[in-house]
């Protein structure tokens, strides 16, 4: 039997006015019947869009003119925004862009606790350019152009962005671009990189500050390491080699010292370690900010005790400790509880444990959890902790702050907690991704019903 051939898509632009923006910040239309995304328009807008796919329940299209721009339209900064997938708001003015995300968090939260009354915290705002230290950047020989491409995927495809900057990487890569495209283009395996990761530290400490990790699919030779080592030194990177999976990252430059880079909080007075392929945020700025506010919501007092829970690096756990009598961090990474434990001597803090867990099992028995908590923050993945709650609210904390990453998996949470007699106390989202849909946000759940 044959397949059935996909009809074509029509040419001709569609005139739609623009209703709403989806939760992928793409706007919403309707045209015969259907809703139609369309990339890169704005609620208000009055535009001309060409389809790009169809669906059974919905139309997908690309912005071609905006006839009537909404007051929001803003000319993005980077000159490859309309085709670079990296970004996908910069037409959209930043502070209009945190009122649409805070309408989404607050959306699902009033849904979630059924007319609870709760604070509206104040977004958490910072840089909005230059701001993403942490990035992983594709890499394709392109024959037609007879160049090497190193940047971001274009907008819904696989074909990478020939871009010579990117306003939203740290600078201290982003200049580096041509730089980078010229050095993979001179090697000899120029077809066998596929990415480099990059990893950007505090600029001010005495250690490297950046780190590049160059991912290949077959053995460098002696002259390919060796231009490599070289455009490190003489750029003040750090140099990895990723020969196969993550556990085959190792240093090759700077041949001494350890496998870290390093950033500040300040306001604890803490330097914390990471290796580059660590999870850390990639906003340093912002991730300031949300220590300062998570540990403001907690109210530590001296004789508390904190439970963290998906600590990480001890991001959290080391800022609390500064604050209470004891903090336990517990991390599903044995590698990470590690990097807890060597960032607490490194500081010299002694008043703080890290244990491994799978956190998506029920922890009941867990020797950790036999301790006395009166406070817990949570910082998730995506998914939530759905799993861990029942047994987490056994204890009783008198404060919970949950860090979240996914509004959706948030107020699937905070239903659960005010069922067990837990109030939202107060809410809001942080800037941690400037440009991009996707939404950041802190909660603080309060023992006690609403009254």
Same mark, same amino acid.
């Given at each position: 039997?044959?397949?059935?051939? +996909?009809?074509?898509?029509? $040419? $001709?632009?569609?005139?739609?006015?623009?209703?709403?923006?989806?939760?992928?910040?793409?706007?919403? !239309?309707?045209?015969?019947?259907?809703?139609?995304?369309?990339?890169?328009?704005?609620?208000?807008?009055?535009?001309?869009?060409?389809?790009? =796919?169809?669906?059974?329940?919905?139309?997908?299209?690309?912005?071609?003119?905006?006839? %009537?721009?909404?007051? =929001? #339209? &803003?000319?993005? !900064? @980077?000159?490859?925004?309309? &085709? @670079?997938?990296? @970004? %996908?708001?910069?037409?959209?003015?930043?502070? !209009?862009?945190?009122?649409?995300?805070?309408?989404?968090?607050?959306?699902?939260?009033?849904?979630?606790?059924?007319?609870?009354?709760? $604070?509206?915290?104040?977004?958490? #705002?910072?840089?909005?350019? /230059?701001?993403?230290?942490?990035?992983?950047? !594709?890499?394709?020989?392109?024959?037609?152009?007879?160049?090497?491409?190193? *940047?971001?995927?274009?907008?819904?495809?696989?074909?990478?962005?020939?871009?010579?900057?990117?306003?939203?990487?740290?600078? +201290?890569?982003?200049?580096?671009?041509?730089?980078?495209?010229?050095?993979?283009?001179?090697?000899?395996?120029?077809?066998? &990189?596929?990415?480099?990761?990059?990893?950007?530290?505090?600029?001010?400490?005495?250690?490297? $500050?950046?780190?590049?990790?160059?991912?290949?699919?077959?053995?460098?030779? =002696?002259?390919?390491?060796?231009?490599?080592?070289?455009?490190?030194?003489?750029?003040?990177?750090?140099?990895?080699?990723?020969? /196969?999976?993550?556990?085959?990252?190792?240093?090759?430059?700077?041949?001494? *010292?350890?496998? #870290?880079?390093?950033?500040?909080?300040?306001?604890?007075?803490?330097?914390?370690?990471?290796?580059?392929?660590?999870?850390?945020?990639?906003?340093?700025?912002?991730?300031?900010?949300?220590?300062?506010?998570?540990?403001?919501?907690?109210?530590?007092?001296?004789?508390?005790?904190?439970?963290?829970?998906?600590?990480?690096? *001890?991001?959290?756990?080391?800022?609390?400790? #500064?604050?209470?009598?004891?903090?336990?961090?517990?991390?599903?990474?044995?590698?990470?509880?590690?990097? *807890?434990?060597?960032?607490?001597?490194?500081?010299?803090?002694?008043?703080?444990?890290?244990?491994?867990?799978?956190?998506?099992?029920?922890?009941?028995?867990?020797?950790?959890?036999?301790?006395?908590?009166?406070?817990?923050?949570? =910082?998730?993945?995506?998914?939530?902790?759905?799993?861990?709650?029942?047994?987490? &609210?056994?204890? +009783?904390?008198?404060?919970?702050?949950?860090?979240?990453?996914?509004?959706?998996?948030?107020? +699937?949470?905070?239903?659960?907690?005010?069922?067990?007699?837990?109030?939202?106390? %107060?809410?809001?989202?942080?800037?941690?991704?400037?440009?991009?849909?996707?939404?950041?946000?802190?909660?603080?759940?309060?023992?006690?019903?609403?009254?």
């Amino acid at each position: 039997m044959s397949r059935r051939r +996909r009809k074509k898509l029509p $040419t $001709t632009p569609l005139e739609l006015e623009i209703s709403a923006l989806s939760h992928e910040g793409r706007g919403i !239309a309707h045209h015969e019947g259907k809703v139609v995304f369309v990339e890169g328009a704005l609620p208000g807008e009055k535009v001309e869009a060409v389809l790009t =796919d169809r669906r059974s329940k919905y139309d997908q299209a690309k912005l071609v003119e905006v006839h %009537s721009p909404s007051p =929001d #339209r &803003i000319e993005p !900064a @980077c000159e490859y925004a309309s &085709i @670079c997938g990296g @970004c %996908s708001l910069q037409h959209f003015d930043p502070r !209009a862009q945190l009122a649409f995300k805070e309408s989404m968090l607050f959306e699902k939260l009033d849904h979630a606790v059924q007319g609870q009354q709760y $604070t509206h915290m104040d977004p958490l #705002r910072g840089p909005v350019l /230059g701001y993403r230290r942490k990035a992983r950047l !594709a890499v394709r020989y392109v024959h037609k152009k007879e160049q090497v491409l190193v *940047g971001f995927r274009e907008k819904g495809s696989t074909f990478i962005t020939n871009m010579s900057s990117c306003e939203v990487l740290d600078q +201290r890569v982003s200049r580096m671009l041509p730089a980078l495209s010229a050095l993979v283009s001179s090697l000899e395996a120029f077809r066998e &990189i596929p990415q480099i990761e990059v990893a950007a530290g505090d600029p001010d400490l005495d250690a490297p $500050t950046t780190a590049l990790v160059f991912r290949h699919l077959k053995a460098l030779g =002696d002259a390919d390491q060796e231009k490599l080592v070289s455009f490190a030194r003489e750029n003040s990177f750090a140099l990895y080699l990723q020969p /196969g999976g993550m556990d085959t990252v190792h240093k090759v430059h700077p041949e001494s *010292g350890p496998d #870290r880079l390093y950033y500040q909080l300040p306001a604890e007075s803490l330097a914390l370690g990471f290796h580059p392929t660590d999870f850390t945020q990639v906003n340093a700025d912002i991730n300031r900010l949300m220590i300062g506010q998570a540990l403001q919501l907690l109210e530590l007092q001296q004789d508390d005790r904190l439970l963290d829970l998906f600590s990480g690096l *001890g991001n959290f756990t080391l800022a609390a400790s #500064r604050r209470c009598q004891h903090v336990t961090g517990v991390e599903g990474s044995q590698a990470m509880v590690e990097r *807890g434990m060597e960032n607490a001597r490194l500081n010299n803090i002694s008043n703080t444990e890290f244990h491994s867990a799978d956190l998506t099992q029920p922890m009941a028995k867990a020797p950790w959890l036999q301790n006395t908590f009166n406070k817990v923050l949570l =910082d998730p993945p995506r998914s939530g902790c759905f799993e861990i709650l029942s047994d987490l &609210i056994q204890i +009783r904390p008198q404060r919970i702050v949950y860090v979240s990453c996914n509004p959706a998996t948030l107020a +699937r949470d905070a239903a659960f907690l005010a069922e067990q007699g837990y109030r939202l106390s %107060s809410a809001g989202v942080m800037d941690m991704f400037p440009h991009t849909a996707h939404v950041e946000a802190m909660a603080l759940f309060v023992e006690g019903k609403a009254k």
